[in-house]
T-cell receptor
Framework: EAGVAQSPRYKIIEKRQSVAFWCNPI?????LYWYQQILGQGPKLLIQ????????DSQLPKDRFSAERLKGVDSTLKIQPAKLEDSAVYLC???????????FGSGTRLTVV | SQQGEEDPQALSIQEGENATMNCSYK?????LQWYRQNSGRGLVHLIL?????REKHSGRLRVTLDTSKKSSSLLITASRAADTASYFC????????????FGKGTKLSVKP
């Protein structure tokens, strides 16, 4: 099966600019996650979708981050305006309801200067 | 915080040796998973062990879980240079949400 697709692979922006990331999960995976991974740390959950509904966004900085999953398939994560501390790799993952293993995309490496 | 702690933070071994990484967590889990991450890449799911299991094997990987000590270990036998990566444990604290909380990882270097 095809993996989780993410784009862009890399992004460099200036602080206060906005940026958007895109994720296409594995076909048929109802659950989709966005994680933020700061260099040298483990991934931190930002938001979880079940189909097109939000299940958990308790750790999403809602003053600047937003995410949507229209039609329960693709998802976009937006940051507006970006801060220096948002520099990280943004990972998208999806999960089959039938098992617990996550499949991760290759991530988008964001650098805010 | 429900985040796990891995030990050691970094491990350097020679090819052919075994590598053991440990993970401790704080509250009861539904299952615990191990992931590998090569530099600059996404995470790859290695193995999942449920709270009622004590040991699982997958190829050269052996995972143990001690719920009384709230700890798990990942053993890689007969390591290869290609095993060089960061390894993360991730805890599923149950419920229908199935969220994973990741530890900080162990950076493994296998020298040829």
């Amino acid at each position: 099966e095809a993996g989780v697709a993410q784009s862009p692979r890399y992004k460099i922006i200036e602080k206060r600019q906005s940026v958007a990331f895109w994720c296409n999960p594995i076909s048929g995976h109802a659950t989709l996650y966005w994680y933020q991974q700061i260099l040298g740390q483990g991934p931190k959950l930002l938001i979880q979708f079940q189909n097109n509904g939000v299940v958990d966004d308790s750790q999403l900085p809602k003053d600047r981050f937003s995410a949507e999953r229209l039609k329960g398939v693709d998802s976009t994560l937006k940051i507006q305006p970006a801060k220096l501390e948002d520099s990280a790799v943004y990972l998208c993952a999806s999960r089959n309801q039938a098992n617990y293993g996550y499949t991760f995309g290759s991530g988008t490496r964001l650098t805010v200067v | 915080s429900q985040q796990g702690e891995e030990d050691p933070q970094a491990l350097s071994i020679q090819e052919g040796e075994n590598a053991t990484m440990n993970c401790s967590y704080k509250t009861s889990i539904n299952n615990l998973q191990w992931y590998r991450q090569n530099s600059g890449r996404g995470l790859v799911h290695l193995i999942l062990i449920r709270s009622n299991e004590r040991e699982k094997h997958s190829g050269r990987l052996r995972v143990t879980l001690d719920t009384s000590k709230k700890s798990s270990s990942l053993l890689i036998t007969a390591s290869r240079a290609a095993d060089t990566a960061s390894y993360f444990c991730a805890m599923n604290y149950g419920g229908s949400q199935g969220n994973l909380i990741f530890g900080k990882g162990t950076k493994l270097s296998v020298k040829p």
